[in-house]
């Protein structure tokens, strides 16, 4: 059998090369400064440990968030009877001092990860169960649809494989919701504003809302909103703050 003649050498422009050049210098001085920063974090950490007194406290406090919850949980429920409206718009007003971690977990079941974060939500029992349970950090009440469209329009974004995507196109809808009928965002209005059948996917479809900090700011304390503080229940009030944070 004769010999295979060689096949010729791929020819790779120059500027490709260098271009390949510069990004493998770069992943490795990338690579180096992830390094220097965790090394730094981790002196940082040692020369800043808390005392054990501050320890102690930061339990105690979580503890007595978990027992102040649990009473709150056998509270009298709320009742959809007593709702002016299904749609409920919850903001989360408070951090994470001194918070248990199942008020963490049930203020991410929400969708809530962040201070000043909001959702629109369908009211029923397990959702009032849950508000009720976190009302401390919370603020919620009924919005009006201009407000539910002005949220949509600045500061609505989808959720597209876990990335936040702006909706700026309406193909991005119409590609995640078409098959159910909702096209445009004035569709997402609608279907939202009306607690229609696809409520749930629409508002899955879209990102928590990422609202400002009000400029008279909040209280601080966990105080609702009925004895003169910012949590709670604040029924057709949730507009006034909802346009001071949108």
């Not at 295979?4 to 390949?20: D, F, M, Q």
């Not at 979580?62 to 102040?68: K, S, Y």
């Not at 196109?169 to 119409?174: A, S």
């Amino acid at each position: 059998m004769a010999d295979e003649e060689p096949k010729p050498l791929t020819y790779i422009p120059e500027v490709i090369l260098k271009k390949r050049k510069s990004n493998e210098e770069w992943a490795i001085r990338r690579r180096q400064q992830l390094e220097e920063r965790n090394l730094r974090s981790k002196q940082n950490k040692a020369f800043n440990l808390k005392p054990a007194e501050q320890y102690i406290q930061e339990y105690r406090n979580r503890e007595l968030d978990l027992i102040q919850m649990k009473h709150r949980g056998k509270k009298q429920k709320l009742s959809l009877a007593t709702l002016d409206s299904k749609l409920l718009f919850v903001i989360r007003i408070q951090g994470k001092n001194d918070m248990h971690p199942k008020t963490r977990k049930i203020l991410y079941f929400l969708r809530l990860r962040r201070i000043f974060d909001g959702v629109l939500v369908k009211a029923n029992e397990g959702i009032l169960e849950m508000l009720q349970k976190v009302e401390p950090y919370i603020a919620y009440g009924y919005p009006n649809l201009k407000n539910v469209r002005e949220l949509i329009y600045k500061k609505g974004f989808a959720k597209i494989e876990g990335q936040k995507v702006p909706l700026t196109d309406n193909n991005i809808i119409e590609q995640a919701l078409g098959k159910h009928g909702i096209m445009c965002i004035e569709d997402i209005v609608h279907e939202i504003a009306n607690v229609g059948p696809h409520f749930k996917e629409v508002t899955s479809f879209l990102w928590p809302f990422t609202l400002n900090k009000p400029e008279s700011g909040f209280q601080g304390k966990k105080k609702l909103f009925k004895e003169g503080g910012d949590a709670g229940n604040r029924g057709d009030k949730i507009n006034e703050l909802i346009g001071k944070m949108n």
